[in-house]
């Protein structure tokens, strides 16, 4: 098990790359495969790219509804929609 510091001090050897190395001068396509995953996995991009007035467009490949299957909560349709307004708010932000 590696330790915080162990890892921390690991960390310091790990490449750095600037939105110009990744995107160039251009914007971002983020893909997630999941409502949330765009948020979780690239929210920080995101955010850093608009903040440099970048265009971000982002792609979720599923709506989110297959997640609670036989849920009297949120049946699919209800889920569905929810999941999108969801990454609507976040995206906004």
Do not use: N, W
Not at 4 to 19: E, K, V
Not at 34 to 43: I, R, T
Not at 51 to 80: N, T
Request: hydrophobic share 40%.
């Amino acid at each position: 098990m590696l330790s915080a510091h162990a890892f921390l001090d690991a960390s310091r050897s790990f490449p750095s790359a600037t939105l110009d190395d990744l995107l160039g001068e251009g914007g971002a396509v983020v893909v997630a495969p999941h409502p949330d995953d765009e948020s979780l996995g690239c929210g920080a991009l995101i955010a850093t790219a608009r903040e440099q007035g970048r265009r971000v467009k982002v792609i979720v490949l599923s709506d989110g509804a297959g997640s609670h299957p036989g849920s009297v909560k949120y049946p699919a349709q209800r889920l569905r929609a929810l999941r999108e307004r969801e990454v609507r708010d976040a995206v906004s932000v």
